[in-house]
């Protein structure tokens, strides 16, 4: 395929040269040892020095730990070296919800800002043995409840395209770090969009996967299909690497899926123009859009169907998706949040706390009717899906607002009821546990990424790599990091 150019003017980039590569490139040019992980390590450290003050993404550093880990290449290499996933040394984030051995984990959590885990998550493991090497955590809103990523331990994270604005949530921290070149890859996890949004607002790739694809959700609740684990990276080529490098079953996480005999990385490479997709701008009038991002996301599909795609208007029926979805996000807070120990709770900014309460006090009957309600909405996408690869929805409808601003008050004109209101765009893809991905489709008149969402098919990471492989090469949206666009004075 093809490399389009975007039309649409970028900020520069200063950084290191190495920091600019695709994760891919970097990744086969370690394997060939044509450069050292050191290299590598030392250029993701110097890029974090320059642009750490200007959007605060990767909060916690552990550079001599990430140097020790050098040491355990070899022996890594000679068990994994061969599989799809394998990293060879490359530099990679991990949110701060993610326990990373001899890392500090706050969970954006004043309680726990000197919480250091004495083991790491299965998911990190796997990454480490595979060859990726932690260099630090990324920032989150308090236990990633949030779209605008700021706590009380680590304060704001600031959006690389104008560090006015806020950079998206939960996984602001690992898109940021990523439109800014910080690092190649970086984890991300989601529940209701938290690694798309961040991927929408700060023009990078986010892939919230099918539950299990890349383990399980949190520990005490190993059996929710909610909140997951998903990687994020700056063009979708780099994303199947990095999701090669998360799959694989786990025993101890159940609902973990085992590894597909050909690799995301192969699939992706068989992408062509010639994708069918349903296209909703508001998905069938479910929540408000802003008039511009309507008119950025209508364009990038029109250069779909001039590269070869069918796009067509579409969207399926879909009873009850408010209620179901807010019902599951209730029983997720109920079983994480409410069961945490009162000297964490006392802490919670005001929208966690209310959104465990909210779940305490969930009914049994709205229980049941949400559990049997998803089984519905399950089947409508999975027929509706039948006759497309995709359906192509919005991530977000409107551009990302400032950085104090915890959430919109309106959205189009149309008041924001709650804090999750505005994230509705998010509820389909959770609710019926199909993989979705947020991807770049163009700018604002302001110069703000806006990013379009793809929902795939059930277990369908193949095909839904695939068409955004598509889309990203009919779009031409620049993939090289950016310098921070500065318009501030940092406090």
């Not at 450069?35 to 450290?45: G, H, N, Q, T, W």
Request: net charge negative; aromatic share 8%; glycine share 10%.
């Amino acid at each position: 395929m093809n490399e389009n150019k975007s039309t649409e003017p970028a900020p520069g980039y200063s950084g290191p040269a190495l920091c600019a590569l695709p994760a891919r490139e970097a990744v086969a040019l370690l394997k060939a040892r044509e450069i050292s992980p050191v290299e590598l390590l030392d250029a993701a450290f110097s890029r974090i020095a320059e642009t750490g003050p200007a959007i605060n993404a990767m909060v916690t550093l552990c550079e001599d730990r990430a140097r020790e880990a050098l040491k355990n290449l070899a022996t890594d290499e000679a068990v994994h070296g061969k599989e799809a996933g394998w990293l060879g040394g490359l530099p990679i984030g991990i949110k701060d919800l993610n326990l990373v051995k001899g890392v500090p984990c706050t969970f954006g959590n004043v309680a726990l800002k000197d919480f250091v885990p004495g083991e790491s998550d299965p998911l990190v493991e796997k990454l480490e043995a595979r060859g990726g090497v932690v260099v630090g955590k990324t920032n989150t809103p308090e236990f990633g409840a949030g779209g605008n990523t700021f706590n009380d331990v680590f304060g704001y994270t600031r959006n690389p395209w104008d560090t006015r604005k806020n950079a998206g949530g939960s996984s602001g921290g690992a898109a940021a770090s990523l439109a800014a070149g910080e690092t190649w890859l970086s984890h991300g996890s989601d529940l209701a969009g938290s690694l798309r949004t961040p991927a929408a607002y700060c023009g990078v790739v986010g892939l919230r996967p099918t539950p299990g694809r890349c383990g399980g959700g949190p520990a005490a609740t190993a059996f929710s299909t909610e909140g997951v684990s998903g990687p994020m990276a700056r063009d979708v080529r780099d994303l199947a690497l990095f999701l090669d490098a998360m799959t694989g079953y786990d025993p101890r996480t159940p609902i973990s899926l085992p590894a597909p005999e050909i690799s995301f990385q192969e699939e992706v490479a068989k992408a062509d123009g010639r994708v069918r997709i349903a296209f909703s701008e508001d998905q069938g009038g479910f929540a408000p859009v802003e008039k511009e991002i309507r008119r950025v996301l209508r364009g990038a599909m029109e250069k779909a169907a001039r590269a070869g795609a069918t796009v067509e208007d579409a969207c399926p029926e879909l009873p009850g998706l408010y209620e179901t979805y807010v019902a599951l996000r209730g029983i997720h807070y109920g079983s994480v949040n409410a069961y945490l120990p009162d000297t964490v709770q006392k802490h919670f900014k005001r929208t966690l706390r209310e959104n465990t309460d909210f779940g305490r006090q969930l009914k049994t009957g709205r229980i049941y009717d949400a559990l049997r309600q998803r089984t519905v909405l399950y089947h409508a996408m999975r027929t509706f899906l039948q006759g497309y690869d995709v359906l192509a929805i919005p991530v977000a409808g409107l551009e990302p607002g400032l950085v104090e601003e915890e959430f919109p008050l309106a959205v189009d004109g149309q008041p924001v009821t709650d804090y999750v209101d505005w994230l509705r765009f998010s509820f389909l893809a959770t609710t019926t546990a199909l993989p979705a991905i947020a991807m770049p489709a163009g700018f604002t008149a302001s110069g703000m990424p806006v990013g379009i969402q793809l929902i795939g098919p059930p277990r369908g990471e193949a095909v839904l790599l695939r068409a955004a492989r598509a889309v990203e090469e009919a779009v031409g949206f620049p993939k090289t990091p950016i310098d921070p666009v500065t318009r501030h004075t940092a406090s």
